[in-house]
């Protein structure tokens, strides 16, 4: 009898993701949820699906390939890991569709948005959707029968494409069988009705049921046995080798078109779909049933997030909030005047991204200012902030700009930034390869009475506009000139070349993080064995890094009181007796993405306070250009407890609490007390403006 094998200290990162994504589900069952966020967190799940499969599940498949045995420290092999997600993965899917087909559209069409199945049209509707494929559809289609003169088309990543079955002969006479048409991505996956034929102020068709109460016009003479939609998911990690890499953005350029056709991972079809099609469609692309995921509803609901944003009716969206401008601030006058008197922090969503701007433009504009220096990780397609730095650039500024181009799904976007801040005359450098620049600093140097003088900001969260409306994060403004002589050491690293300087106030991956963070922990731990209070807390966005872990068991065990606030994966196995009985891990999933990263250490009393761009994961602190930044300023290291972990540890609306399985219960509140993180700080904000 083969002995049973003992648990592992470590949980496992793909369970881990799509727990995230079980949590994210919660928000769609929830009837304090408003119904287009409702529809707006399903579609969020299907996006976040898309990727997991393009790149964790699309990895998991490589290493079993290659024949690895054992995929990470949780010691599961490649294999085992593959079966627990593909059941996960299949009956979350699964849930999210009885979502979709029992809760969000029932709501919404009682609400006058209705989206109307195929089944269920009027006369009316049949003869506009009838006109409709004629006039918008139908010219630019290619259905291509199958057979020896016709293979089996490429098929696009994620792209919609229909199966269709066929009996009979064509007009030379063919006997084909089966037949593909693949929908551009120029048409739109949902169309909206006219009012009056609608029946309701917002009415919608699928195009996906439009094609297929019209399939028989694309195959006259030919008899239609069924229409079946199909999506293909298709490894999109890109790989590229330095030496091959002379010029990194042409090189990329040229990668991007191949993450289209990358490896197979999963196929996607319509409920309905024969088994001999589904089966047809599983051998061609060459995956087994396991890949196979069979949806009561449209394959791709992404692009449903649309009708969030076209539907009038915000009473069926959050309350809208203003983001708020420092007092420090508000007069909008001299920037450098305000940081060079104190710090100065911001907390997005709760105050406005907009200083960040204008710290950029009065940069630009400043005839003191000879050089402004900036990371851009992820900015959007539309942005303000890089706009202001191709300003700067074109009035003789001396602007470098640090784009990382290998930012996931991201690259085009930063490619066609990197050639525009090119054209206005910036020095533009794409990081160290190898090692993806996530770091969020800018710095403008100016002269002062003769004395050069560095302006910095350090960030949390991306130097992205929208996202700053959307996500958790801190922004800190200083002077100090100990961080600004640190932060310019880091921009010389990355864009000259030479070794490691020692850093007086920063701590950076991949060089010295990693040590502090451990160092600091060590430090906590010895506190605890002296008998003196002891405690850690540390917000974050997933903590898989096993050194890092294994710091914090020992700390547990020493007797150190561990708060671990961690939005998506963590492969630590909280409460777990002589081992991390005193550990506590909690997500917090809720209208705002929570993204700062706040490292707290009671320090005998000294209160070490930090924010950073990294999480606590291999690839940040070993393989990525990252800065974790000491709070100076008494009042902001209050603000920052206070804002940033205190609410969130006291959170019982939408905070869920870790075992040591890896299994997630929601908090519920204590005799009626309800307290939300979010709430409260969108109170406390608006209170503060008032």
């Known amino acids: 009898m083969t002995p049973a094998r003992s648990p592992s200290p470590f949980l496992n990162r793909e369970l881990g993701l799509l727990a995230f994504n079980r949590r994210v589900l919660r928000l769609v069952e929830s009837d304090s949820t408003p119904l287009l966020e409702r529809l707006r967190y399903l579609c969020i799940v299907s996006s976040n699906l898309d990727e997991f499969f393009e790149i964790r599940v699309a990895g998991l498949l490589e290493q079993i390939h290659q024949g690895i045995a054992v995929s990470g420290p949780d010691g599961l092999s490649p294999a085992e890991v593959y079966a627990k997600v593909s059941a996960e993965a299949h009956a979350l899917i699964e849930h999210q569709y009885v979502l979709l087909n029992e809760v969000v559209l029932p709501r919404l069409a009682e609400e006058g948005i209705a989206f109307h199945r195929r089944g269920h049209w009027t006369e009316a509707q049949s003869a506009w959707a009838r006109d409709y494929f004629f006039r918008e559809v139908m010219p630019v ?3 291509i029968g199958l057979d020896t003169a016709h293979p089996f088309p490429r098929i696009l990543n994620k792209s919609l494409n229909f199966a269709v079955e066929l009996c009979g002969r064509d007009a030379f006479g063919r006997n084909t069988s089966k037949a593909v048409v693949q929908a551009p991505r120029s048409l739109p996956r949902f169309i909206r009705l006219p009012a009056a034929i609608a029946g309701c102020p917002y009415g919608f068709i699928f195009l996906s049921s439009i094609l297929h109460a019209n399939v028989g016009e694309l195959f006259q003479g030919m008899d239609v046995q069924g229409c079946y939609q199909f999506r293909l998911t298709r490894n999109s ?60 509803g449209p394959v791709n609901l992404v692009r449903l997030m649309q009708v969030a944003d076209l539907v009038e009716r915000p009473d069926l969206r959050f309350p809208q909030f203003t983001q708020h401008t420092p007092k420090e601030l508000e007069k909008r006058g ?17 105050q406005s991204f907009a200083p960040v701007v204008d710290f950029v433009r009065q940069a630009a504009n400043d005839p003191h200012v000879l050089a402004i220096k900036q990371t851009v990780y992820r900015a959007g397609a539309d942005s303000e902030l890089i706009e202001a730095l191709i300003d700067a650039a074109r009035q003789g500024k001396e602007v470098t700009v640090v784009v990382e181009l290998l930012a996931r799904f991201d690259e085009e976007a ?70 600004t002589t640190d932060v310019n050491e880091v921009f010389l690293q990355i864009t000259g070349l030479g070794r490691h300087a020692g ?13 502090e963070l451990a160092a600091a922990i060590q430090r906590e731990t010895g506190h605890a064995r002296a008998g003196r209070r002891a405690h850690i807390i540390a917000k974050m966005n997933a903590l898989t890094e096993p050194r890092i872990i294994e710091q914090l068991y020992a700390a547990s065990q020493a007797g150190v009181r561990i708060d671990l606030l961690v939005r998506g994966v963590c492969l630590l196995r909280p409460g777990v007796p002589g081992l991390s009985e005193h550990i506590r891990v909690i997500s917090i999933i809720g209208r705002f993405l929570e993204h700062h990263r706040v490292f707290y250490f009671r320090n005998d009393g000294a209160e070490d306070v930090f924010i950073s761009s990294a999480d606590w ?42 075992d040591g399985n890896g299994h997630y219960r929601l908090r519920s509140s204590r005799r009626g007390r309800r307290f939300c993180a979010h709430d409260f700080l969108l109170d406390k904000f608006s209170r503060r403006a008032e």
């Open 414 to 483: 930063n490619i066609n930034w990197a050639a525009k801040l090119e054209e206005a005359g910036a020095h533009v450098v794409y990081g160290v390869f190898g090692y993806k620049t996530h770091a969020k600093m800018c710095m403008v140097i100016r002269r002062e009475a003769g004395v050069l003088r560095r302006y910095v900001h350090l960030g949390t969260g991306n130097y992205h506009s929208k996202t700053t409306k959307l996500y958790t994060d801190f922004g800190l403004f200083t002077a100090d000139a100990e961080i």
């Open 503 to 515: 850093l007086k106030r920063l701590f950076q991956s991949p060089f010295t993080l990693h040590t």
């Open 237 to 296: 990690e890109l790989f590229l080798e330095e030496e091959e890499a002379k010029n990194l953005r042409l090189v990329l350029q040229g990668e991007l078109s191949h993450r289209q056709y990358g490896d197979e991972v999963r196929l996607e079809v319509a409920d309905n779909c024969s088994q001999a099609m589904a089966g047809f469609l599983l051998d061609t692309f060459e995956l087994d049933e396991t890949a196979l995921y069979r949806v009561n």
């Open 141 to 143: 289609l290619t259905p």
């Open 334 to 350: 001299d920037l450098f005047a305000a940081i060079r008197r104190k710090d100065i922090l911001l907390h997005h969503p709760f």
């Open 617 to 658: 994961m291999e690839r940040n602190l070993f393989r990525r250009i990252e800065v974790c930044v000491p709070i100076l300023d008494a009042g902001i290291k209050r603000r920052v407890m206070a804002e940033g972990l205190r609410p969130y540890l006291r959170d019982n609306v939408q905070a869920w609490e870790m």
